[in-house]
């Protein structure tokens, strides 16, 4: 199945023109750029962009069988990224923004698995930017993250990861875009190589148990995800959730598991640009390979 004309620029709207998804069914989210393919080339004028028509994510898709109080298990089974990303520098914006002059648009091609940035060439590592559920109350713009997903910019939101989301709504209504071919942890400059993608991805319901927060694991890591204003609250639940995880899965005390963390734990940048700030604690899996 693929989903190609429904896009949301709130998580929680677009809940009538839903589409049914079954699980375990491979759908694929026809998915545009972070800024809704509106720079077209290097001459753009950035001044001109209509940031009330950013950050659109392909969707909603409805889940069925999930219920409010589930798992939502999603496995990113591929990112097709396109031929050509943007990056861009914007007074403002970023880590850098208060020094920035001029606004200025980057076009970066794809050649070879490698993004072309002047001379340099960087192997791509697609990601999904944008991911999340309607969240609990009303609804959030695509581009702040929350405990519903959202926009995590996460690098490990990558092919062959699992995503774990929490669910508010039956059905869950989950939708994605804002792919990058390329980022660095913490995307100082508010763009990864920002590209138009084809994101295919599996469902799987999980019942009799609840999640907080999204959490991720890939091949060799489990991790908790945590956004919030305050980075210091994000760092925190990060944090507490991996050692309640320890505490349960490994019996350990809340001690022993935060002493372990403090060893083989990475705490990590996802993004500190956006409206929320997102991390993650990364815990090998030698250690601990449960995350639910
Ligand atoms: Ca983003």
Redesign the pocket.
Known sequence: MIIKDNFIFRMGDGKENAVHVKQGEIVVFDARD?FNNQIPDESYVMDRLDWDNV?PATGPAYIEGAEKGDILKIEIVDIDVATEGTMCALPGSGVLGNDVEKSEAKKVKIVDGCAIFDSFKIPVKPMI??IGVAPEGQPIPC?VPGNHGG?M?NTKIAKGATLYLPVFHDGAYLSCG?C?AGMGDG?IM?T?VEIPAKISLKFEVIKGVSIKEPRLEDEEYIYTISSDIDIEKAIYSATKTMAEILQDKLGYSLNKAGMLISLAGDLQFC?VV?PALTVRMAIPKYICDKII
Do not use: A, L
């Open positions: 972070g950050n930017g944008v581009g926009n910019d804002d990058h995307e508010v990864g993004q956006d």
